[in-house]
C-alpha cells in the first residue's frame, strides 16, 4: 500500500474519532468497583392514529438500562409480537414471554428493542370536526375555507370498580364502591399553520411555532379526584385553504401521593376530613348541654305546674272557705258581742239575752269551724308548694349548668380544644397551606425560568440540542463529509488499474481497492450510527420541550388552583368563626335570663314559705277560737243554772266579746287579702306554667334544628374529604402496581409513557409520490454524470 493511501485512511480514521468525541460517544469510563448493577426499565408505547380518529399501528419500545459493575441475570417481561434488536442484527432471547438478559456491566450497557403493544390502551382519544357549523370528515377539511372547530374527547379507560373504607366522623368506618383509574396525567399539542388565523381556544396554552403558526398545547390530568376521567377541549380558527394539522398526545401514569403537585392535595383533603370530625366533636357536646338544658327545663316545668296546683289549692282554700268563715266569724262576733252587751244591760232579760247568746255562739262555733277546715287547706296548699318549689330551683340551676357547660365548649381563640379555637387553629393551618402554595408556585417559576430562555424565546437547552442535531443532520444529508468520503472512495475503486500482466501490480491493485472497499464500509456503518445518534438528539429535543410546556401549562396553572382553592377555603372558615362567635353571644343572653329566672325562683320560695308559716298560725289560733267558742256554747246551755255567775261575769264577757269582734274583723280582713294575693299567685302561675313548655321545646328545637344538622354536616364533610383522601390512596396503589404495560424486572425502577400520534391529511400524498419518483430519476442521472467523470479522469 502506498503512503498516499495510508495518509488518506488515516485522515479518515481520524475524522470519525473527531465525530465520535464531538457527539459524545465515546466510550464510558467505569465507575468505582462495585458489586451492584442499578437496573432501570423503560416502556414507551407509540400509537398512530388515522385523521379519523381509527389506530393504525401501536409499538412498544423497550430499554434496558445497566449502570455499575458486576454481572446481573434480568429477566423482563416483553410483548413477543413483532419483537425485533434495536441495537444490530441478532436476537433477542425470550424465555416464557421474558426478556432474558444475562451479561457482565463495568460502567453502562443498554439494550433496546421494539414489538407490537398487544394489550389494553389506557387513552380513548375521539376528534371531531366542523366547518362553518357542519360536522365533516377530516379529508373534507383539505382545501376548504370558513370557520373550523375541532373538538378532541380525551377519556381514560383504566377505570375499575373498588370498595374503599372511610371514618363516618363517629369513630367507626363506612364502606362505599368507588370508580378507581389508574391516575393518568398528559398533553396534547398541535401546530395551527400560518393560513389559519383568529386561532382561539378557551383551554389551550397558545404560543407561535417561530414560522408564521401557532402552537396549541392542552394539559391533562385524567384522574379524579383532581382531574377528571375525560377531558374535553377544542379551538377555532379561520381557514383558507384548509389541512388538518398532526397531533402529538403524551400521557404517563402517576403517583399523586409521591407527586409534589397533586401530594399537597391529598394534604388538604385529609385537613377537611379532619375538620368535619372537629366540627362533630364540637356539635355533639353543644347538642349533649342543649338535652340537658331541655331536661332541666322539663324539671322547671313540672315544678312550675305543681306550684301552680298549690297556689290553685290555696286560693280555693282563701276565697271558697276561708275568707267566707273569717266573715262569718266576724258577724258571729259582733252578734256575740251584741248579746253580750245586752247581758250586762240587765240581769232582767236574762232568759231572754241567754237565748240570743245560745244562738250567737252555734253561730260563732259553726263559723269558726269553716274558719279552720279553710285554715287547714290553705295550710296544706301552701306546704306543697313549698315542697315543690325547691325543684323549680334545682331545674333552674342545671339550666344554668347547661348553659355554662355550652359557653365553655365554645370557648376562646386561645383554646385548639373547643369550637372557636378549634376554627382559629383551622384558620392558620389554611394560612399556612396557602402559604405553602405560594412558594410552590415559585419555585416552579423559577424552575421554568431556569431552564433559560434564549433570544428569539427559543430555549438554550433544547436549543443547544436542536443545534447538535441540526449539525449532525447537515454532517449526514447529501454532500456531506461523510457522502464526500464516499465518493472519494468509489473514485479510487475506479482509478485502480486492471494490471492484468503485472502480478506485482495486480497484488498492488487488489489490496487499494480492498482497503477503500473496507473503508467505504465502515464510513456505512458510521453514518448508520450516527442517524440513530441523530434520532436520539431529537427524542431529548422532545422530551425537554414537554418538560417545559409541562411547567409553563399544568404544574404552575395547578399551583395557581391550589391558592384559589385554598382562598375559598379560607373565606367558609371565616364565615363558620363568625356564626361560632354569634351562637356563644346568644349563648351568654340565655344565661343573663337564666340568672334572673333563678332570683324570681329564689324570692317565690321565700314568700311561700312565710305565707305557709302564717296559715300554718292562723289554723293554730282558729282551732282555739273553736275550742273556747264550744266551751262558751256549752256555757250558755248552764245560763239558767248559773243567772247569778252569768250577772257577774257578763261584764268581763261583753269585754271578752268586744275583743273578738275586733279579732275576727281583723282576721276576716287579711284573710281577704290573702286570698287576693293567693289568687294573684295562681294567675302568675298558671301563666308561667302555660309560657314554659316553650323552653324544652325551644331546647329540643335548637338540637333537633341547629346542633344536629350541624353534627350532619360535619360527618358528610368528613365522608367527603376521607373518600376523596380513599380515593387518591387507591389510585396511588394502583400506579404503584399497574403503572407499567408489561411490567419490570424484580428490584429495577420501571417507567411507563405512552405517545398517540394522529397523522394530519393536507393532499399531498399524490404530489409527494410524483417528487420522489422524480428525484430518485434525478439522483440517477447525477450518479451517473459522477461515474462518466471519473472514467474520464
Do not use: W
Not at 160 to 173: I, T
Not at 321 to 342: I, M, N, V
Request: aromatic share 2%; hydrophobic share 35%; charged share 20%.
Amino acid at each position: 500500500m502506498s503512503t498516499g493511501n495510508k495518509l488518506r485512511r488515516g485522515s479518515a480514521t481520524f475524522g470519525i474519532l473527531a465525530l465520535l468525541t464531538l457527539f459524545g460517544t465515546s466510550p464510558a469510563v467505569a465507575g468505582a468497583d462495585s458489586d451492584d448493577v442499578d437496573v432501570t426499565n423503560t416502556e414507551t408505547v407509540k400509537v398512530y392514529m388515522s385523521p379519523e380518529g381509527e389506530i393504525g399501528s401501536k409499538r412498544v419500545y423497550e430499554q434496558l438500562a445497566m449502570t455499575g459493575t458486576g454481572g446481573v441475570n434480568i429477566a423482563n417481561p416483553i410483548s413477543t409480537s413483532g419483537l425485533r434488536n434495536l441495537d444490530g442484527f441478532s436476537g433477542i432471547e425470550v424465555e416464557d414471554g421474558n426478556q432474558v438478559v444475562e451479561t457482565k456491566v463495568a460502567g453502562v450497557k443498554k439494550t433496546r428493542s421494539v414489538s407490537d403493544f398487544t394489550g389494553k390502551l389506557p387513552l380513548d382519544v375521539q376528534v371531531a370536526y366542523k366547518v362553518d357549523g357542519e360536522s365533516v370528515k377530516p379529508g373534507d377539511v383539505v382545501g376548504k375555507s370558513g370557520k373550523l372547530e375541532v373538538d378532541f374527547t380525551v377519556t381514560n379507560v383504566t377505570a375499575k370498580q373498588q370498595q374503599v373504607s372511610v371514618p363516618d366522623a363517629k369513630g367507626g368506618k363506612v364502606t362505599k364502591t368507588e370508580d378507581i383509574a389508574l391516575p393518568m396525567v398528559g398533553s396534547l399539542s398541535t401546530v395551527a399553520p400560518p393560513n389559519f388565523t383568529h386561532v382561539a381556544s378557551k383551554q389551550a396554552n397558545m404560543a407561535g411555532d417561530g414560522e408564521g403558526g401557532t402552537k396549541l398545547s392542552f394539559t391533562m390530568t385524567l384522574f379524579e379526584p383532581i382531574g377528571s376521567t375525560t377531558a374535553h377541549f377544542g379551538y377555532t380558527a379561520d381557514i383558507t385553504d384548509g389541512i388538518v394539522p398532526r397531533v402529538d398526545i403524551s400521557a404517563l401514569p402517576v403517583n399523586p401521593l409521591e407527586s409534589p403537585t397533586f401530594a399537597s392535595a391529598a394534604t388538604s383533603y385529609q385537613g377537611g376530613a379532619d375538620t368535619g370530625t372537629q366540627l362533630v366533636d364540637g356539635a355533639a357536646k353543644i347538642d349533649d348541654n342543649l338535652l340537658r338544658l331541655r331536661d332541666g327545663s322539663q324539671a322547671l316545668l313540672a315544678g312550675l305546674i305543681k306550684l301552680r296546683d298549690g297556689a290553685d289549692q290555696l286560693d280555693d282554700g282563701l276565697v271558697g272557705e276561708a275568707a267566707p268563715g273569717a266573715d262569718q266569724l266576724a258577724a258571729g262576733s259582733g252578734a256575740l258581742d251584741a248579746g253580750l252587751g245586752k247581758l250586762a244591760a240587765g240581769a232582767a232579760k236574762l232568759s231572754g239575752g241567754t237565748g240570743d247568746l245560745a244562738d250567737g255562739t252555734e253561730s260563732a262555733l259553726a263559723g269558726s269551724k269553716k274558719l279552720t277546715s279553710g285554715l287547714k287547706q290553705i295550710s296544706g296548699g301552701l306546704g306543697t308548694l313549698a315542697g315543690q318549689l325547691p325543684s323549680a330551683t334545682d331545674g333552674t340551676e342545671r339550666l344554668q349548668a347547661g348553659v355554662d357547660q355550652l359557653i365553655v365548649g365554645m370557648g376562646t381563640e386561645g383554646n385548639p380544644q373547643t369550637l372557636i379555637g378549634g376554627l382559629k387553629a383551622l384558620d392558620d393551618g389554611l394560612q399556612q397551606l396557602k402559604t405553602g402554595s405560594t412558594a410552590l408556585k415559585g419555585g416552579l417559576q423559577q424552575l421554568t425560568a431556569g431552564l433559560g430562555r434564549a433570544k428569539g424565546g427559543v430555549d438554550q437547552s433544547k436549543g443547544g440540542v436542536d443545534a447538535a442535531k441540526g449539525g449532525l443532520d447537515a454532517k449526514l444529508g447529501p454532500g456531506g463529509p461523510i457522502d464526500q468520503l464516499i465518493v472519494g472512495l468509489n473514485a479510487l475503486e475506479n482509478a485502480i488499474p486492471a494490471c492484468t500482466n503485472d502480478p506485482t501490480c495486480k497484488a498492488i491493485a487488489s489490496q487499494l481497492k480492498a482497503g477503500a472497499t473496507s473503508a467505504k464500509t465502515d464510513l456505512q456503518q458510521l453514518s448508520g450510527g450516527l442517524g440513530q445518534i441523530s434520532g436520539g438528539l431529537g427524542q431529548v429535543s422532545t422530551g425537554l420541550g414537554g418538560a417545559i410546556d409541562g411547567l409553563n401549562t399544568q404544574l404552575i396553572p395547578g399551583a395557581g388552583e391550589i391558592e384559589g382553592g385554598l382562598d375559598k377555603s379560607l373565606a367558609g372558615v371565616a364565615q363558620l368563626r363568625t356564626g361560632a362567635g354569634d351562637v356563644k353571644g346568644g349563648l351568654i343572653q340565655v344565661q343573663d335570663g337564666l340568672v334572673q329566672l333563678a332570683d324570681g325562683v329564689t324570692a317565690a320560695v321565700t314568700g311561700v314559705s312565710k305565707l305557709n308559716a302564717g296559715a300554718d298560725r292562723a289554723y293554730d289560733g282558729s282551732s282555739d277560737l273553736s275550742d273556747g267558742l264550744v266551751k262558751i256554747d256549752n256555757g250558755a246551755n248552764q245560763v239558767d243554772d248559773g243567772a247569778n255567775q252569768v250577772a257577774t261575769g257578763a261584764s268581763d264577757a261583753s269585754d271578752g266579746s268586744g275583743q273578738l269582734a275586733v279579732g275576727a274583723a281583723k282576721l276576716s280582713s287579711g284573710l281577704g287579702d290573702a286570698a287576693d294575693g293567693s289568687t294573684q299567685i295562681a294567675n302568675g302561675l298558671d301563666t308561667a306554667a302555660a309560657s314554659a313548655p316553650r323552653l324544652p321545646q325551644g331546647a329540643q328545637q335548637l338540637s333537633d334544628e341547629g346542633t344536629k344538622k350541624l353534627m350532619a354536616a360535619g360527618e358528610a364533610t368528613t365522608q367527603t374529604y376521607s373518600e376523596l383522601v380513599a380515593v387518591m390512596k387507591a389510585g396511588a396503589q394502583r400506579a404503584s402496581t399497574s403503572s407499567m404495560a408489561y411490567g419490570a424486572p424484580e428490584g429495577a425502577v420501571g417507567l411507563t409513557a405512552y405517545s398517540y400520534a394522529i397523522e394530519g391529511a393536507d393532499g399531498e400524498g399524490s404530489r409527494n409520490l410524483v417528487r420522489t419518483f422524480g428525484g430518485l430519476a434525478l439522483l440517477g442521472a447525477a450518479l451517473g454524470g459522477v461515474a462518466l467523470r471519473r472514467r474520464r479522469i
